[in-house]
């Protein structure tokens, strides 16, 4: 009997072919001096392309008066250590206030007694008419 193959076994065994010739070519190619060379050269290429594009729009941002990536990244910096000295200041305010609210407290709680007691209440009224003026009276 004639067993068909599957298309996709033909095609897996196909691109696991390929992948191993590929694999063993590049693996030659890479082990020579010339490919080390030739790597390193693009990499300065693209290293000196990069610096000459980041200068040319470094100068056309400060023609536009736009900040650069390492303006935005430097005020973010200068942003973040004003946050942290903020945080530190509200903790010593907090600790401070605090310490002042425990120093003030007495042993009974609440608001200040401003009653007198009935003893001290009626000589201070006592005190009060006697101080006051009587009006004169008209001399007709």
């Not at 020579?32 to 030739?38: G, H, L, M, S």
């Not at 000459?52 to 200068?55: H, N, P, R, S």
């Not at 008066?65 to 303006?71: H, T």
């Not at 010593?92 to 605090?98: F, I, N, P």
């Given at each position: 009997?004639?067993k068909?193959?599957?298309?996709a076994?033909l095609?897996r065994?196909?691109?696991?072919?390929?992948?191993?010739?590929i694999?063993s070519m590049?693996q030659?190619l890479?082990k020579?001096?010339?490919?080390?060379?030739?790597t390193?050269?693009l990499?300065?290429i693209r290293?000196s392309?990069?610096e000459?594009?980041?200068?040319v729009?470094?100068?056309?941002?400060e023609?536009f008066?736009?900040?650069?990536?390492?303006?935005v990244?430097?005020?973010g910096?200068?942003?973040a250590?004003?946050?942290?000295r903020?945080t530190m200041i509200?903790r010593?305010?907090?600790?401070?206030?605090?310490q002042k609210?425990?120093e003030?407290?007495?042993?009974r709680?609440?608001?200040?007694?401003?009653?007198m007691?009935?003893?001290?209440?009626?000589?201070?009224?006592a005190?009060?008419?006697s101080?006051?003026?009587?009006?004169?009276?008209d001399?007709s």
């Open positions: 009997m004639n068909a193959k599957d298309p076994d095609w065994s196909w691109v696991s072919k390929m992948e191993r010739e694999d590049s030659k890479m020579t001096d010339e490919f080390a060379r030739t390193h050269t990499n300065d290293m392309l990069r000459a594009v980041g200068g729009s470094t100068k056309n941002l023609l008066n736009m900040p650069s990536k390492e303006d990244t430097g005020l910096d200068r942003l250590g004003i946050e942290r903020l509200e010593m305010l907090t600790t401070l206030a605090e609210s425990g003030g407290k007495t042993a709680s609440g608001p200040p007694r401003t009653k007691p009935p003893k001290k209440a009626a000589k201070k009224a005190k009060k008419a101080t006051k003026k009587k009006p004169a009276k001399a």
